[in-house]
């Protein structure tokens, strides 16, 4: 787990300016796990704009490291989708939690959790 903690971890959904709950998880591994997989899918159908950015709260060698980034990275090569990755902010970490992962990106198709 990328955090300690086994609390229930909530997936946001940020569309046209307004923010909605996209689901829960039971564990913060399950919900990164969840987005990724909406991510993945999403290059798969194609994006709007040819880039993913990634933001993380904590160490980057952390997100860099996990098999579901990598693999993120792999698709996004090969279909020529620049993947952005930076530390989030201190701000967004207050927020959001250590460990937390934000992923921007603009599908062609809505998903749905």
């Known amino acids: 787990s990328l ?3 086994q ?3 909530h997936i946001l959904l940020t ?3 307004r ?7 039971r564990s913060h591994r399950d919900a990164v796990n969840t987005v990724m997989r909406v991510a993945h899918e999403s290059l798969d159908s194609g ?4 880039v993913v950015n990634v933001s993380f709260a904590g160490d980057i060698h952390t997100i860099e490291s996990r098999a579901d980034y990598q693999y993120l ?3 996004a090569r090969i279909r020529r989708i620049e993947v952005l990755l930076s530390r989030m902010s201190v701000v967004g970490t207050s927020n959001m939690g250590a460990g937390s992962v934000s992923l ?3 599908p062609r198709q809505a998903f749905a959790g």
């Open 73 to 75: 990275v792999e698709r």
């Open 7 to 9: 609390a229930p971890a």
């Open 3 to 5: 955090r300690g903690s």
């Open 104 to 106: 921007g990106f603009a």
């Open 15 to 17: 569309r046209e300016g």
């Open 47 to 50: 994006l709007l704009v040819p």
């Open 19 to 25: 923010t909605h709950t996209l689901g829960e998880r």
